[in-house]
């Protein structure tokens, strides 16, 4: 027996043995996520003993499996996990949205979103149950909240506008989003 039987049949028992393990953290849990990740690694652990069965064979059978295997793991993780996180708002989160709401049924106009002190947004948690916001996306989950709603040029009043006759320089300043 050479040195490379050996590491292939160390190589093959090791990646059974992470099966095993993953195979009992799907039965165990505790969450759907946890089990997600777990079937998640076990299409990783079968990919990687095609692959070493590929190394040590010299051939390149199993190539396309392995492609395959490797982009249903991912995007079933990714999917499932999209749709299963679900963000649990904080107290100061439904205190905001209760304070939205009362301004929006006495009808007070909603004043601007606040901008997220930490890149994770305002209540989200790096885990346990909450999503994660990003910087970039932080801001505008909040505007959607706040219920915020900018006024247009035709939604004010008429005195607000300028008007043509009274203003002389009006003729010659193009409107905003005139073309020319």
């Known amino acids: 027996m050479t040195l490379l039987d050996t590491a292939y049949w160390l190589t093959q028992f090791l990646l059974a043995l992470g099966v095993l393990c993953a195979v ?4 165990k849990g505790p969450s759907v996520l946890d089990r997600v990740i777990s079937v998640d690694v076990i299409l990783i652990i079968v990919g990687s ?5 590929m190394a040590y064979h ?12 490797a982009v249903i793991g991912f995007l079933g993780a990714v999917a499932i996990a999209r749709y299963v996180a679900v963000r649990q708002p904080d107290a ?5 949205r209760a304070q939205v709401e009362a301004e929006t049924l ?10 997220p002190e930490s890149p994770l947004g305002a ?3 790096p885990h346990g149950g909450t999503l994660i916001n990003d910087e970039s996306t932080s801001w505008f989950a909040a505007l959607a909240r706040s219920g915020f709603v900018p006024s247009r040029k035709r939604d004010r009043p008429a005195e607000v506008q300028p008007d043509k ?3 002389p320089g ?3 300043r193009p409107e905003p989003g005139d073309p020319r």
């Open 58 to 69: 010299g051939s390149t059978d199993y190539i396309l499996f392995v492609l395959v295997t």
């Open 106 to 115: 006495a009808g007070a106009p909603a004043s601007e979103p606040e901008t």
């Open 165 to 167: 006759d009274s203003d």
């Open 24 to 27: 009992y953290r799907v039965y």
């Open 123 to 125: 209540g989200a948690q």
């Open 49 to 53: 003993v095609m692959l070493v069965e």
């Open 92 to 96: 100061q989160d439904r205190a905001r």
């Open 170 to 172: 009006a003729e010659e």
